[in-house]
T-cell receptor
Framework: NAGVTQTPKFRVLKTGQSMTLLCAQD?????MYWYRQDPGMGLRLIHYSVGEGTTAKGEVPDGYNVSRLKKQNFLLGLESAAPSQTSVYFCASSPPGYEQYFGPGTRLTVT | AQSVTQPDIHITVSEGASLELRCNYSYGATPYLFWYVQSPGQGLQLLLK??????LVQGIKGFEAEFKRSQSSFNLRKPSVHWSDAAEYFC??????????FGAGTRLTVKP
């Protein structure tokens, strides 16, 4: 039981490049989330999904897209990376009881 | 607007001393409240949660938190800190699964 895993762990992009972050969970959770963590700001919700095939915007969705084609996977895409998207990205999943389980994070630098 | 505030950015305590980390929430009604811990380079781990009922909540690793409605607070405590408790601690509140708001975090340093 691996819990929540994220791929890759680190990535450096140039401005304007695109990339996809992959999140996978093996706990059969319905809900999945993408957060970004910036110094002094805690975690902020980017997008979330309440089930396979559904996604919704969170607090800071601009510049990101997501897809949930399979229940166990939640992908976060950056179509045209900007330096303001330099951050640590966390994926989480939960059953409908609010306790969220977090992955180890992806550190992204955009130059 | 719904928010969670952690007034202390950084706290240093000596090993064996007691610890209290502050958390205040601003919500229309009492949200569900959580404390998470993040070790360097790791994801967040849930320490404890408050949904309703007993206002003193016990968690893992010897932590507890007390919910005080009159003060809109949910402070985290530990009677005796260990060096391994050095980490960043986040308070969070939510009305539902899709709107969890995190505080900015409190970094704990433990002196030998």
């Amino acid at each position: 039981n691996a819990g929540v895993t994220q791929t890759p762990k680190f990535r450096v992009l140039k401005t304007g490049q695109s990339m996809t972050l992959l999140c996978a969970q093996d706990m059969n959770h319905e809900y999945m989330y993408w957060y970004r963590q910036d110094p002094g700001m805690g975690l902020r919700l980017i997008h979330y999904s309440v089930g396979e095939g559904t996604t919704a915007k969170g607090e800071v969705p601009d510049g990101y897209n997501v897809s949930r084609l399979k229940k166990q996977n939640f992908l976060l895409g950056l179509e045209s990376a900007a330096p303001s998207q330099t951050s640590v990205y966390f994926c989480a999943s939960s059953p409908p009881g609010y306790e969220q389980y977090f992955g180890p994070g992806t550190r992204l630098t955009v130059t | 607007a719904q928010s969670v505030t952690q007034p202390d950015i950084h706290i240093t305590v000596s090993e064996g001393a007691s610890l209290e980390l502050r958390c205040n929430y601003s919500y229309g009604a009492t949200p569900y409240l959580f404390w998470y811990v993040q070790s360097p380079g790791q994801g967040l781990q849930l320490l404890l949660k408050y949904f309703s009922g007993d206002t003193l909540v016990q968690g893992i690793k010897g932590f507890e938190a007390e919910f005080k409605r009159s003060q809109s607070s949910f402070n985290l405590r530990k009677p005796s800190v260990h060096w391994s408790d050095a980490a960043e601690y986040f308070c969070a509140g939510a009305y539902n699964n899709n709107d969890m708001r995190f505080g900015a975090g409190t970094r704990l340093t433990v002196k030998p």
